[in-house]
């Protein structure tokens, strides 16, 4: 066994061993018989009461008990509990839910809150807590949360649908996310890594059903908890939990053009202690792909041209299980366990065509080469969780341990026939290249947080091990059959330790909220060349990363926020191994065993602006980066480029971003965003100097009406300008998404029809400028689809007890 991971074994034993304890000294035991409590609702600004505002009660581990609304003085009262431990939760449309902890016992079985404050807006150091009727958009002191519950592609698409529509994020045609123009984003589900997305994001996003999240939080300054990797930082997935006793299921079927289908199952069953959980889901996906590559260039004071054309289609299926429970093993604690396993294959073929002209413009030969690639992929991962609360309010304890393995092959096959200008065959070239790859991933975390008074104390610890192994082979049949080339194969491994401990600080002081934390790591990194020849390459290194974060409340309807994180961005496996891809034998692709991380300073600035019928939020932000991470391409002999990744010297980005809601009437509404910043790399490679200045803006509209017939219609615009990147531009790039979703079965169920790139303008166009080549290309893949979907709802809750009523007329089991 890994020492490491030892190590990592005996603090989660012993903290096993004292907890129960401290949780004894903590929580006294529950008594036999009724008890109740009272209290009453107060405006924290007028200081006036709230009538018809909610109150409901739950057992510690967020069993539903009963509910209420209060009376129009504000009260509320509950008769006939139980003794025992329940959480309080007040809220209503506007305002901040308030949380209280109660314990009913023989000394005291009726409890009396008194004046119970809540204040507007909703400000939270670790969520953002939003009731009743939420707003698309909500601002957290380090986040922006987007609640997604009553988009259309909510009810009938994936996570990469929901992605689409979310300002400051882009798609693109492989399902790649960028994040304010930079692809290097972290994802998080429900607040933490999951080996299953960290593997393959677009793999798991295209096959995540949309039907099972709650809300998606945009984190571009992590504090201190979060693992401070990504240069744009943050996307945290909530899905959605069930707590109510009983069972529930829900079906999520759609079909659409040109061979698309996808469904999920998902149960839930809780009873007493236990909370238990399944679903599956699959997907089967084939579209076709295009594009062109046309290159001018200088061999040997020659010049030259040549044009490739590409005309092919890709083949995606996948299954996913997961099954999982919670157990409830105190009043205060619960321990869980879940396991998630997906299956994918799928075949990508390509019609790839060359002609090559000299100097004078005249066909000097051309190639059509075939290009097919199956491939199998499969991933598990196991995790499992303990949480704990105290009878003391506002201390909490939670720790963590998760392991996944992610198997994928692939094998890479090329058909090639070369003729002369003439049409006369010169060549048949025959090869292949399977590529055999296991990644291994361990995660232990415990957490602690502690409420002070006014303020929250928070402290943790993480570490994670990663082992990453990549077979990759090149094969030819120059001499008759497919042989192995030593010279052109490798096998690598890839090895990280990461060791983290992390603190949070932070409160209110009047209008004023702050939060303050440091993280500090240990990282292990070794990358091994085993074959063909030993090459070791260690980059061992400490860091220390701190974050601020500071709000200030002028009044009701204005806030302002001001944030500072250090970041990191390390290079893995994929960006390190040397091995050279030999797909397009003209444009060949590597990685750099010698990158070193990427270092990245980020400021913002937001203020929000509430309104009577929306907001506008407005935000400045900057970065620095040091020993910024590039891809970059390099002249070879013949024509030919390489491109790698290196280490340029510095880069900035800085930007404004406006993202704007605005509610007109009940049956209209409207989210609109911009985003526009200027990119500076300063560095050089390949002998030059590599300086790429300029702008680049972004935008998407995005609006809902409610159509006769209760039928709910939505659209989405993307737009993005022209803009630099190393060594070249990029071209622009829009898209309109269009959808339909109808109630059916009292409101169980849904019938969707939604189109994406209804005007098939998503291309993605490239130019690149090199010392003696330059390339403009143009790349589409099958985007505009029309897709039909069915969704269905069954809740079946458990009947409450009879004793178990509210003081004010609300009914357990009932909407509140």
Known sequence: MHPRLRLILLALCLFSVLLPNLQAQDSPPSAPGGGGL????????????????????????????TGTTTELDGSFNFDNLPLGDYRVEASFIGYSTENLEVELNESERFFALGDVVLGTGGQDLEEVVVTADRAVMELGLDRKVFNVEKSVAAAGGSAEDLLRQL??????????????????????INGRPSGLVGSDPATYLKSLSATNIERIEIITNPGAAFDPEGTAGLINIVLKNKREDGFNASINLNAGTNNKFDGS???????????????????????????????????????????????????RESQMFKLGTE??????????????????????????????FNSEGVLDRSSFRMETEPSEETDYEIKADYSTTFAKEGRKFSAALQFSQNDESETENYDETITDGAGALLANVLQRAPTLEDRKQWLAQADYEQQIGDYKFEAGWRSTLLDMTTDAAFEDAATGSLMKIDSLSNLFNYKEDVHAIYGTFGGQIDKITFSAGLRIEQVFATSTLLEPNLEVFNNDYFKVYPSVFAGYEFDDNTTVQASYSRRINRPRAGALNPFVDRGDPFNLRSGNPFLLPETINSFELNLQQRYG??????????????????????????????????????????????????????????????????????????????EAN??????????????????????????????????????????????????ILDGKGALTLRATDLFNTRRYRFDTELTNLTTRSEFQRESRIVYVGFQYSLQKLKPQRSNRQSGGGGGGGEDF
Do not use: C, H, M
Request: aromatic share 12%; hydrophobic share 30%; proline share 2%.
């Open 38 to 65: 009272s209290g009453k609702l107060i405006d924290g600004t007028t200081k006036e009461p709230l009538g018809f505002a909610n109150v409901v009660v739950y057992t510690i581990t967020d069993s539903l008990i």
């Open 167 to 188: 300002p400051s994020v882009s798609v693109d045609l492989e399902g790649n996310i960028s994040l304010r123009g930079s692809g290097n984003v972290r994802f998080l």
């Open 265 to 315: 199952l998902d149960l839930n069953w809780k009873k007493g202690k236990f909370n238990s959980f399944a679903g599956i889901s699959g997907r089967y996906d084939e579209r076709f792909f295009q594009g062109f590559r046309d290159q001018t260039g200088v061999i040997a004071d020659s010049s030259f041209s040549r044009f490739f054309t590409f005309d092919g289609d890709r083949v």
């Open 327 to 356: 157990y409830a093993i105190s009043k205060r604690g619960t321990i869980g366990i879940q396991g998630n396993y997906q299956l994918e294959n799928g075949q990508s073929n390509n019609d790839r065509v060359t002609d090559f």
């Open 613 to 690: 019928s929306g907001t506008i939020t407005v935000g400045g932000y900057f970065r620095q980066l040091n020993n910024l991470i590039s891809r970059i391409s390099e002249s070879q002999p013949g024509g030919v480029t390489l491109s790698t990744r290196a280490n340029l010297d510095r880069g900035r980005n800085y930007g404004i971003e406006l993202i704007t809601t605005y509610r007109a009437g009940k049956n209209f509404e409207l989210t609109a965003s911009a985003n526009g910043y200027r990119s500076e790399v300063i560095g050089n490679a390949d002998n030059e100097n590599i």
């Open 694 to 743: 300029g702008y680049l803006f972004s935008g998407n509209l995005q609006g809902s009406y409610q159509l006769p017939w209760d039928v709910q219609a939505q659209f989405t615009y993307f737009y993005r300008s022209p803009g630099v990147r190393p060594q070249g531009r990029i071209g622009t790039i829009q898209s309109v998404d269009l959808g339909f979703r109808k109630e």
